[in-house]
């Protein structure tokens, strides 16, 4: 009952932006962490930005500064804005919803970015 969907992605040149989005359907319980992960070709699945319900954000090291992840609830749609993008972002991205008290976790189908030297 629950579907997230990625968009946004896409090629671009080092040093540009892209915003991606995550539309949510079916029901989410109040006390959620939502988050992107991304995984590069030969590589695991690696957590790139988390959000909780309270507003409190956390990114790897790697794009702090660079990356900003938010939620617009009105819209049920969470995005990570991309900025000075870097060769080594590229990587399918994969929205995550984690329900903190049921323990559910859902996963988007992923969207690809490129980002070409």
């Known amino acids: 009952q629950v579907q997230l969907v990625e968009s946004g992605g896409g090629l671009v040149q080092a040093g540009g932006s892209l915003r991606l989005s995550c539309a949510i359907s079916?029901?989410?319980?109040?006390?959620?962490?939502m988050g992107w992960y991304r995984q590069a070709p030969g590589t695991s699945r690696e957590l790139v930005a988390t959000?909780?319900?309270?507003?409190?954000?956390n990114y790897v090291d790697s794009v702090k500064g660079r990356f900003t992840i938010s939620i617009n609830n009105a819209k049920n749609t969470m995005y990570l804005q991309m900025n000075s993008l870097k060769p080594e972002d590229t990587a399918v991205y994969y929205c995550?919803?984690?329900?903190?008290?049921?323990?559910?976790?859902?996963w988007g189908q992923g969207t690809q970015v490129t980002v070409s030297s």
């Open positions: 995550n919803v984690v329900n903190l008290v049921g323990g559910l976790t859902y």
């Open positions: 079916g029901r989410i319980f109040s006390i959620n962490r």
């Open positions: 959000i909780t319900n309270g507003g409190i954000t």
